[in-house]
């Protein structure tokens, strides 16, 4: 939903409306609410079901009518739009506390940078206000996407100091030294640790190579961002502007795609773990069954 569904424009069709139930919303008024309460009192103060049926039958007509209404659903839209804004501003405000102190402190510099942008242009004139509204959009999106990629980094950066490479390179040393010596059903478990710990390390290097992406993305949004602002002090073409936004928009949406790969395939390691636990459990069992000796006929 964007602010363009607020137009003056005709109702648009159920499929158009975001799923919105207009119907519900015009019961759940404040002043409908009101006016049914009142009619209840009212009825019952009188020992009367006439008010009550009155009242039945206007509300059946104000429901009929009024989530037909373009200017009511109009109005709805812009409530939805507000409460999603909201909810939106809290998302973020939740994500940036999560931050490290120095990441907050790159995000709210970048954030001077495009209310700088904006207070630039919006001394242009008004037929130039279009390109700025546009502009805004996509400097609101630019600050949410760079929100995310440090978020993205900080926990990139937390595994990282988490985990020991040589140690799991280490691991996977000894295993494989003592795996021919072991028993068989230790050595089926042991194959696995060995499969999975490798694992690790490829997703590890797969980890730093996909921070690096994060962090050069990062530098990027602030170097172009800083140069838009150095612009605006000159430029009075605003469309200049938007086309630089959109293809750092481009990119920053690309490199998300990039770190949510890289997190889909850690995933991986669950179906592994339950595979070891799968083959303890039958050890385990197995031990605690005596063995037979079947004799041939």
Request: charged share 20%.
């Amino acid at each position: 939903m964007s602010p363009a569904d607020f137009q003056d424009q005709p109702p648009s069709s159920p499929d158009q409306s975001g799923g919105i139930n207009f119907v519900k919303e015009a019961f759940h008024l404040q002043y409908n609410v009101i006016g049914l309460a009142a009619a209840g009192v009212f009825a019952l103060l009188s020992g009367s079901l006439l008010p009550a049926i009155l009242a039945g039958g206007l509300e059946l007509m104000y429901l009929a009518i009024v989530p037909q209404n373009w200017r009511f659903q109009r109005l709805v839209r812009s409530w939805k739009f507000s409460e999603e804004q909201q909810k939106h501003q809290l998302q973020l405000a939740q994500m940036l506390r999560s931050l490290p102190s120095e990441m907050q402190s790159r995000y709210w510099k970048l954030a001077e940078v495009c209310n700088s942008i904006h207070n630039n242009f919006n001394q242009l004139s008004t037929t130039s206000q279009i390109f700025l509204q546009q502009m805004d959009g996509r400097l609101s999106g630019l600050l949410n996407g760079y929100a995310r990629l440090l978020l993205a980094a900080a926990q990139q950066q937390q595994y990282l100091r988490s985990t020991d490479q040589n140690e799991i390179k280490h691991e996977v040393a000894m295993l494989q030294k003592t795996l021919s010596s072991d028993p068989p059903r230790v050595q089926d478990i042991n194959k696995k640790r060995i499969e999975i710990l490798n694992k690790r390390l490829e997703k590890y290097d797969k980890l730093c190579e996909n921070r690096k992406v994060v962090d050069a993305q990062c530098s990027a949004v602030e170097d172009v961002l800083h140069l838009i602002r150095d612009q605006s002090v000159t430029m009075r073409d605003p469309q200049q502007i938007s086309d630089q936004l959109d293809n750092l928009v481009k990119d920053v949406e690309e490199t998300e795609q990039t770190v949510q790969q890289v997190e889909a395939i850690f995933s991986d390691l669950t179906p592994d773990m339950e595979g070891i636990m799968s083959m303890d459990n039958v050890s385990t069992s197995s031990s605690a069954t005596p063995n037979r000796t079947r004799i041939p006929n």
